[in-house]
């Protein structure tokens, strides 16, 4: 009974260079959201997606941030062309329904620096 | 626009002492209020969901309280344990037409339990 599983915990890039963050919900559930975390501060909703549609992506950055949830293997958050900005710790979670009172479970996150 | 505000930023308490955590929100309307529990280097983990008409949610040492005329809620700890040392993060979930999911953090409070 895996929990929401993301992968890499820890990601290293420089500059320019691209960064892709991988997860897996939970067995079951067809809802991912991302979220990003800088120091200090609270999380903030990126994107909401289901299997193969974006439904929400208005938290996400217009430019160099993409998201996908493909019908089959994980939900990828894409970011090109990364600056020391988007240094920060990235969450994805997973809920079983799309619902005001369904939990969503988190992820342990990846912490994204750039050097 | 929308804000979750939380108080302390920073609490200690001995083991064994209680605490009690708060948290104010400017969020109207809102369908649930959130309180999560996140360990140093993890995700956060759900400990109780009230909706806006409940006052009180228990999960086991923990209780939350709701008073939506005030716009406050609270986070009590019972007899706190080492493990409750972590980030305690009020969530709220406005009520937007569509249901999407998309939670309001708090910056947390960083709770320390010491021996």
């Known amino acids: 009974n895996a929990g929401v599983m993301q992968n890499p915990r820890h990601l290293v890039r420089r500059r320019g260079q691209e960064a892709r963050l991988r997860c897996s919900p939970m067995?079951?559930?067809?809802?991912v959201y991302w979220y990003r975390q800088l120091p200090e501060e609270g999380l903030k909703f990126m994107v909401y997606?289901?299997?193969?549609?974006?439904?929400?992506e208005s938290g996400m950055p217009k430019e160099r941030f993409s998201a996908e949830f493909p019908k089959e293997g994980p939900s990828i958050l894409r970011i090109q062309q990364v600056v020391r900005g988007d240094s920060a710790a990235y969450f994805c979670?997973?809920?079983?329904?799309?619902?005001?009172?369904?939990?969503?479970?988190f992820g342990p996150g990846t912490r994204l620096t750039v050097l | 626009k929308n804000q979750v505000e939380q108080s302390p930023q920073s609490l200690i308490i001995l083991e064994g002492k209680n605490c009690t955590l708060q948290c104010n929100y400017t969020v109207s309307p809102f369908s649930n209020l959130r309180w999560y529990k996140q360990d140093t280097g993890r995700g956060p983990v759900s400990l109780t969901i009230?909706?806006?008409?409940?006052n009180t949610k228990s999960n086991g040492r923990y209780t939350a309280t709701l008073d939506a005329d005030t716009k406050q809620s609270s986070l009590h700890i019972t007899a706190s344990q080492l493990s409750d040392s972590a980030s305690y993060i009020c969530v709220v979930f406005p009520l937007f037409s569509g249901g999407y999911n998309k939670l309001i953090f708090g910056a947390g409070t960083r709770l320390a339990v010491h021996p």
């Open positions: 009230m909706t806006f008409s409940e």
């Open positions: 997606l289901q299997k193969e549609n974006i439904i929400d």
């Open positions: 067995k079951g559930h067809s809802h």
């Open positions: 979670a997973s809920s079983r329904q799309e619902g005001a009172t369904d939990t969503q479970y």
